[in-house]
């Protein structure tokens, strides 16, 4: 396909304000000397889930769309993903037997979110609840997706509004053939195993893909065979089946250059399609959903000056939305933060990345520092804290260089988790923990002391530094349920003893424009854009880097989505 390639379901929009390709200049249009103008209502820029989300619901109010995405396949992060959305209130929850209220998840918010927040943040945190359960219903009206619920609880479940399982979908697995010659226009998954969210989580495959593979085989073949997809990806096809047929165009390897403003407003948006440089007219507005800036170097460094290494996302999250809206006066906020996990390296699109990896939730493994102490209950859900937290003094990470390390007992028991050769420096391997502690320059008496008290803990299934195992989280999710006395602890003793390094690896920055509970994006001085909005990984994230739920970035990218292509659309 030659660059710039656009598809559209029809030839033209029906909608009277999108107007064929011309070659003038609208009289008074501040596009400057551009070869070409398009008309739509809306301009959505990024094909993810709030992208497409967006897009959805500003065309189901009658709005003309249009949707560029820099990249030659659609899906952004989303088709990436593990695809688990956290939306409490969803229309599931009553035959789940599950009983859940506003009020409640708001409480649940505030008690688990970082101190403070709630002063800035409590009316987008109402949004997204108010909205999250009209979204889901509208998403399975508009598309093909029907989703699915699991048992997944809330990681901080004991806290008040919390629940212990019930607030979580994915989407059931969908044929990608059903978008036709689109099919081939997909991000492909990170890692192609084409199990649900909840039969992987729900049943603990990790602990034991043998008996699970076994027991799903006949299932796999038939999704294998009929090219059925799992998890994010079947969430974005569905809804780029849902966009395709309402009518929606898709711009692909179509970058976003610039948004045009007019007299303080947004009012267009300026982008190179086949090497032109094409100006798009948006009578209601343009919606930022390029995704987060983890790609792009420059900013990292100066939001996470520390080594990045095993990103876990698109390389096309360059920060472009951001780097727009800030040229128009937005306010960039929560810059800081981030979803950081561990991952295991693997080979995609031919470069070196991340896969979120869950080795160090099994028994018998553990994480420590340079100083071989552990600093974190590895089986939290936000462990990518504490690998964040700074040094005051210097700025520098306080965690980083970190290892997970393993023994025998591991390898015998998970040897599809245990770190692969084939990636230099990814593997160590020692007889004793002294030296496998000098293979790693950790300090050999830190390591040795902190590996006897985690098996005596393990021995008593009460890890007396950091809880791990003592929670609804921590029992129901990952682990080992074989494993007693303590599902998440076991021992490590036995020789050899393995080490692999823990990269804190990013799955999406969550730093961006700053937005009302409408998803407008907001100047310097706090006051309304008019026409622009944000949604996604492109806008100061309410949750920031402590995700309250798995899925708390999906969740909130369909939902942002929706309430700014609502908000656009209605304009």
Known sequence: MRKGLWFSPRTHLASNSCTSLCTAIEAGWPGGTLKQDRKYDVVVVGTGAAGLSAALKARLLGASVLVVDKGAVAGGTTAMSGGCIWAPRHHYQAQMGVTDSREAVLEYIREVSPDGWHNTEEPLWSAFVDSVPEMLLFLEEA????FTPNREP??????????TFGRNVSAAPLRIGILGRWRDKVRPASF???LNYEEMVDTFFYANPKKWAFRYGPRLAWRHLMNMRTKGNALSIGLLKGCLDNGIDIWLETPAQRLIQKEGATVGLEVERAGEAVSIHAAKGVILASGGFEWNLEMMAEHFPWPVEWTASPPTNTGDGQRMAEAVGARLDKMDQALVMGTSPITYEGQLQGLPAADYFLPHSMIVNRYGKRFVNEK?????LAFTEKDPATGEPLHLPAWRIYDHQFSVKYPHAMPKNALPGNRFEADTLEKLAQQIDVDATGLIETARNFSDFARTGVDEDFG??????DRNRGGDPDHKPNPTLGTIEQPPFYAMPFKASFLSTKGGARTNEFAEVLDRDDRIIPGLYAAGNVMANSFGSKGVGAGTTLGPCLTWGYIAG?????R
């Not at 939290?380 to 990518?384: A, C, F, L, P, S």
Request: hydrophobic share 35%; proline share 9%.
């Open 380 to 384: 939290q859900m936000n462990v990518g």
């Open 468 to 473: 791990r195992g003592s929670t609804v989280w």
């Open 154 to 163: 809330d990681p901080y479940s004991e806290a008040p509004g919390g629940l």
């Open 566 to 570: 609502l908000n656009a659309a209605s």
């Open 192 to 194: 192609d195993i084409r």
């Open 143 to 146: 598309t093909p997706l029907k």
